[in-house]
């Protein structure tokens, strides 16, 4: 089922990081962020590398020390993502890291302290063409902001992401991106809902300390959706207490729902009931799990009776259908050919590949083509 997203997204200045645009017209970008200690370069270079295959677009790294930012500077020279290096208050860890090759820079301009240290950060990052983030949390703001309104709220997380502004455009500094993250989903989109109308950069959308895998992946979902759903968002970053490979996953899950970006396999399957003719539940497990390595965009229906199966598979690009004594299988919408339920996980994820291989080789026929 191949249709746009009616969704219209609000309109932002572009910037990029690295050669990833964010912001104006660019896809929305997927990003995650390590949770290795950072001057454990193997370790670290090993987690980038997964996150990549798992189809990351950028990738923040934490950089708490002058020791990590030299170790950073190995990782940089082993991985092609794009880096964004996570930095609080030490401004010569931003200086360094700048010449060390960094993408981006999260840091917020108002930690950094005197106005000479400020200038000398934002000059590296013009003179390097090197975005900053700001980026706000309801759980680190300014202790005058906290005086101010008692408790975090979507006004505070504002007046500081516009104090940290403020300091950019003194400077005369445009190539920025913004976020303002809690772990309340009203108070987060509330913010978002904001600033959206007061700046035109780009902003990272994303709900903070969302929960373990199950709970922030619900969190995040709803969060995540509603700012999306309204237009808003460049940038995404799923926060789980889990692997940072799950968040990736469950962000293109997010976007491929709101038909915003497509990656790897959308499958359509029922919750599964009496009227099954095989076990959908358990042929999804394992389809899912053989399956995690497409990255070809494709629509895939696995229904378990004939009561709404015929409908889903005709709008699919691959579709099954539970029947008795064999189950029907659909491609491009049509029937094809009958499946046993006894090889019937083997068959699918069989077809489903010759699928997906017809489809790049076509892909390679059409760029051969345009080279010529």
């Excluded at 990003?31 to 270079?45: I, R």
């Excluded at 995040?220 to 309204?230: A, T, V």
């Excluded at 394992?286 to 390595?293: C, G, K, M, N, P």
């Excluded at 996980?345 to 997906?356: K, N, P, S």
């Amino acid at each position: 089922m191949k249709q746009d997203s009616p969704i219209i997204r609000r309109k932002s200045r572009q910037i990029m990081v690295g050669n990833v645009p964010v912001g104006g017209d660019a896809p929305i970008a997927v990003q995650s962020m390590t949770n290795t200690n950072t001057s454990d370069v193997d370790a670290t270079v090993g987690q980038i590398r997964a996150l990549q295959e798992a189809g990351a677009d950028i990738v923040r790294v934490s950089v708490p020390s002058m020791d990590a930012a030299e170790a950073f500077g190995k990782i940089r020279e082993q991985v092609s993502l794009p880096l964004v290096a996570d930095i609080h208050f030490d401004y010569k860890i931003a200086l360094r890291v700048a010449e060390l090759g960094v993408d981006c820079l999260r840091i917020n301009p108002g930690n950094i302290g005197r106005d000479d240290r400020v200038s000398a950060v934002i000059s590296a990052a013009r003179d390097g063409n090197i975005p900053i983030r700001i980026g706000v949390n309801a759980g680190s703001l300014e202790k005058s902001l906290q005086r101010k309104y008692g408790e975090p709220t979507a006004d505070a997380l504002v007046e500081s992401a516009m104090r940290h502004i403020d300091i950019l455009d003194h400077h005369d500094f445009q190539d920025f991106k913004v976020s303002l993250k809690a772990s309340e989903v009203f108070m987060t989109v509330e913010a978002y809902r904001k600033i959206a109308s007061q700046i035109e950069q780009p902003l990272h959308l994303g709900i903070t300390e969302a929960g373990g895998f199950r709970s922030g992946t619900v969190k995040s979902s709803i969060g995540l959706g509603m700012l999306l759903m309204d237009g808003i968002g460049d940038t995404i970053r799923v926060s789980l207490a889990a692997d940072p490979v799950q968040e990736i996953k469950v962000g293109f899950d997010i976007l491929k729902s709101l038909r915003l970006r497509s990656r790897g396999i959308n499958f359509i399957a029922c919750p599964s009931c009496s009227r099954q003719n095989f076990d959908v539940i358990q042929t999804m497990n394992d389809l899912e799990a053989r399956l995690e390595d497409v990255n070809t965009s494709l629509d895939v229906a696995i229904i378990g009776c004939i009561v709404n199966g015929p409908g889903e598979a005709k709008v699919a690009d691959i579709g099954l259908t539970g029947g008795s004594p064999k189950n029907l299988f659909y491609m491009a919408g049509k029937p094809n050919q009958k499946l046993d339920n006894a090889t019937l996980t083997d068959d699918l994820e069989r077809l489903i590949r010759e699928e997906v291989a017809r489809r790049k080789e076509q892909e390679e026929s059409i760029i051969a083509r345009s080279d010529h």
